[in-house]
Every structure is written in structure tokens, then in C-alpha cells.
């Protein structure tokens, strides 16, 4: 495995994605949906943490996304499973299919 040389943060992998981040972040949220040290938490202060997503991560998540989509049924069951904020869940489902 190569060294881990740089790090995007969410809100620019969702840009890059074109994804919702709420919906990214509530993904990433539980460590175990993405391999171990995929998910990077980088400290810009006492209080002050932003996450961030290495290549690797990027692409496991990019892929899991492009799986669910299938089919609306496989998406609505990935979100259910996979986010546990029903009003984001709601939203999500609500807006229309890619």
C-alpha cells in the first residue's frame, strides 16, 4: 500500500462527487462503511476538526454511491441503511433520481 500523501476534505470530494456533503458526512459518520484509514480526521486547532478522505476513500465511496444507484428501490434501502438522520433521508429520497 503507498503512503498517504494528501487528503480531500468532504465538502470538496461531495464537489467533486456532485453529492450532497450532509449526505457524505452521515455516510462517513460510522467508520466502518469505508475501509479502515480511509477516513482522516485533521485537527486545525484545540476545538476544530475537519474530515477528510484519502484517494483510496474517495473511490470506495464513490463506488458504494454508484452501486446503490441502481435502481430508486436499491438507493431508498441504501439510504435507510446507511444514514441514520430520517429528515436527510427524507430530503434525499425527495429529490429526483440521477
Known sequence: MAAV?????????????GEDVELL????????????????????????TVT????DGI????????????TTKTWHEFLDDFVDDVDLVTRIKAQSPR
Open 5 to 17: 500523501t494528501h487528503v480531500c476534505t468532504v465538502d470538496y470530494v461531495a464537489r467533486m462527487l
Open 59 to 70: 473511490a470506495e465511496l464513490k463506488d458504494m454511491i454508484r452501486d446503490a444507484r441502481i
Open 25 to 48: 458526512e452521515a455516510i462517513i459518520s460510522n467508520e466502518d462503511n469505508l475501509t479502515y484509514g480511509n477516513i482522516v480526521s485533521v485537527y486545525a486547532g484545540a476545538d476544530e
Open 52 to 55: 477528510a478522505l484519502t484517494d
